[in-house]
């Protein structure tokens, strides 16, 4: 059982560049997140979803996309990469959290790096 | 904007006795959840307890207690004879619109000295 699986664990990009984050979880969860962790400055939610083909904005969208046409994958786009978007990121997902058998998994993280 | 801020960077408990992390949050909804979780070096996220922001009785979960302050904001997690086991960064987190949207304060390292 895999879990959160997230790719690449590492990467360096320059300033204007482009990438996708990937992000696939194997156990059938419906709500899936992404967040950066800055040092210090805890976990800030980019976009979350609630299904294949819903997502919504969290905390810090701009600078960021998302899609969910699968329920299995939840990928992160960056546009245009700006230094501020240095920070590692955390993709997860969740059973519904209001149930009592919820559980929620977060991936092992992208450190990001935009020179 | 719904936020939750923990003021407390690291806490050090000695082993067996009593913590207690704090957590205040800022939120328009009337119906939200609040959520302690633990993260281990593993990063999994382990849900420690929740608290239905209807019910007025505070959560409890073995040596886990909260005390939930709705007036005043505040959500601080009470460990009680605390294990060496318990040392993880915690995390206090909102649930909000519906259920779908989770924040998360900036978390607390624990340490706990044997």
């Known amino acids: 059982n895999a879990g959160v699986t997230q790719t690449p664990k590492f990467r360096i990009l320059k300033i204007g560049q482009s990438m996708t984050l990937q992000c696939t979880q194997d156990?059938?969860?419906?709500?899936m997140y992404w967040y950066r962790q800055d040092p210090g400055m805890g976990l800030k939610l980019i976009y979350y979803s609630v299904g294949a083909g819903i997502t919504d904005k969290g905390e810090v969208p701009n600078g960021y996309n998302v899609s969910r046409s699968t329920t299995e994958d939840f990928p992160l786009r960056l546009e245009l990469a700006a230094p501020s978007q240095t920070s590692v990121y955390f993709c997860a997902s969740s059973s519904p959290l209001l149930t009592t058998n919820e559980k929620l998994f977060f991936g092992s993280g992208t450190q990001l790096s935009v020179l | 904007a719904q936020t939750v801020t923990q003021s407390q960077p690291e806490m050090s408990v000695q082993e067996a006795e009593t913590v207690t992390l704090s957590c205040t949050y800022d939120?328009?909804?009337?119906?939200?959840?609040l959520f302690w979780y633990k993260q281990p070096p593993s990063r999994q996220m382990i849900l420690v307890i929740r608290q239905e922001a209807y019910k007025q009785q505070n959560a409890t979960e073995n040596r886990f207690s909260v005390n939930f302050q709705k007036a005043a904001k505040s959500f601080s997690l009470k460990i009680s004879d605390s294990q060496l086991g318990d040392a993880a960064m915690y995390f206090c987190?909102?649930?909000?619109?519906?259920?779908?949207?989770?924040?998360f304060g900036q978390g607390t390292e624990l340490s706990v000295k044997p």
């Open positions: 987190a909102l649930l909000y619109n519906q259920g779908g949207k989770l924040i």
């Open positions: 939120t328009s909804e009337s119906d939200y959840y």
């Open positions: 156990m059938n969860h419906n709500y």
